[in-house]
């Protein structure tokens, strides 16, 4: 299970949400990073890059990403098994917007959703503010996560990395190339009917990454051409705090209960 899973139980729920509120009114295959020697050459661009990378050695850190199905942002740590992330999930249509978090620590894993610009709107599920603890034996989607499966590289900078045309440095700790995005595989960078519609384009996407003094990534932006009648865009991924995030760690008992049928019904949507 990885966030772009997750990010798919979102947009599911949106929908249900949607029609009822309506009707009423990575895992990364992470390269290992190495010190090398004083004396050893300096690594080429595309390896300096895939050697940035986050693995399961890297320690906490945060995360945001814009674009895509939808923002998201939060905290891992994968030495320890445990992640939070949230997402934002805007439906124009009725106006409002849903905001889930979930948290995944070891073999549990927990989740909050509430409702922002809901004025004027009936159907919309009553859920308590609490963290809700999901019960693997009432979840019928593989979308939603209910334990650590491995999780390194919440952004999928990967799937941008390892998929480079060409790369160079620009100065120091900056690059810049193209990345194929036929090769996005489920990571959903952009969507199908989008990518169809950049055609060969979408074998040579312009893109941009830094890494810290380190070597280590923190930031990769994806600069997604027109095509047809869409706009512009990009696709953002920012890693910082290396080292001195804060581990996610499960809630204390009066902070969480047992996920509400309300619940259920939103994440098997």
């Not at 009936?122 to 019928?140: E, N, Q, R």
């Not at 519609?197 to 600069?223: C, I, M, Q």
Request: proline content about 7%; hydrophobic content about 40%.
């Amino acid at each position: 299970m990885n966030v772009a899973e997750i990010r798919r139980a979102g947009l599911g729920a949106l929908l249900a949400v949607s029609v009822a509120a309506t009707g009423a009114c990575g895992v990364a295959d992470a390269v290992k990073e190495t010190d090398a020697p004083a004396s050893a050459k300096p690594l080429q661009p595309r390896d300096a890059l895939l050697a940035s990378l986050p693995d399961a050695s890297t320690g906490s850190f945060r995360f945001t990403v814009e674009g895509g199905e939808a923002p998201s942002s939060g905290e891992i740590d994968a030495g320890r098994q445990s992640y939070r992330v949230g997402f934002r999930y805007r439906e124009p249509k009725a106006g409002f917007t849903l905001l889930s978090d979930y948290l995944v620590v070891k073999q549990q894993s927990w989740i909050k959703i509430r409702f922002t610009g809901t004025k004027g709107l009936t159907g919309l599920p009553k859920l308590p503010k609490k963290w809700m603890l999901i019960d693997p034996a009432k979840v019928s989607t593989k979308d939603v996560p209910l334990a650590y499966d491995n999780e390194t590289d919440p952004g999928e900078a990967g799937v941008v990395l390892r998929a480079i045309v060409d790369v160079e440095q620009t100065s120091a700790g900056h690059f810049a190339g193209t990345t194929d995005l036929t090769r996005q595989g489920e990571a959903e960078i952009i969507g199908a009917a989008r990518l169809r519609a950049l055609g060969d384009k979408a074998k040579a996407v312009p893109f941009e990454a830094t890494v810290d003094a380190k070597g280590r990534l923190t930031s990769t932006v994806v600069r997604i051409p027109a095509a047809g009648k869409t706009k512009a865009s990009r696709y953002a991924i920012t890693y910082a705090g290396y080292g001195t995030t804060p581990t996610p760690v499960a809630p204390p008992a009066d902070q969480q209960q047992p996920a509400t049928g309300d619940a259920y019904e939103l994440l098997n949507a």
